[in-house]
């Protein structure tokens, strides 16, 4: 099957691709369930590259990720704030 889709190093469109379904591997350079594998292409940083139409979602995703991230850090900051609070004050009585 022939699809289209963007080297994440160069950008360059990769159009002779396999559409594969897998796993997702970090150590391979996947992201998401479903990735386009280049069979042969000039630039050599075909590994990895994901369909374009995934592009945005997987950037949406990864700032969603970021800032859910920022705001458990956040949370995490008041609850221990909190506690020292009560142990301080429960030290006094």
């Known amino acids: ?3 289209f889709a963007k080297c994440p190093k160069c ?8 559409y594969e379904s897998h796993t997702p591997n970090p150590h391979v350079g996947y992201r998401g ?5 280049a069979v042969a292409h000039p630039c050599g940083h075909a590994l990895g590259a994901v369909p374009v139409t995934w592009e945005i979602r997987l950037e949406e995703l990864d700032k969603s990720n970021k800032e859910l991230h ?4 956040e949370l995490a900051r008041v ?5 020292s609070f009560v142990k301080n004050n429960w030290k006094l009585k």
């Not at 950008?11 to 396999?18: A, F, G, P, R, T």
């Open 79 to 83: 609850i221990f704030d909190i506690a």
């Open 11 to 18: 950008d360059e469109l990769i159009s002779n691709v396999h």
């Open 1 to 3: 099957m022939i699809n």
């Open 70 to 73: 920022k705001k458990i850090d």
């Open 33 to 37: 369930s479903r990735s386009f594998t």
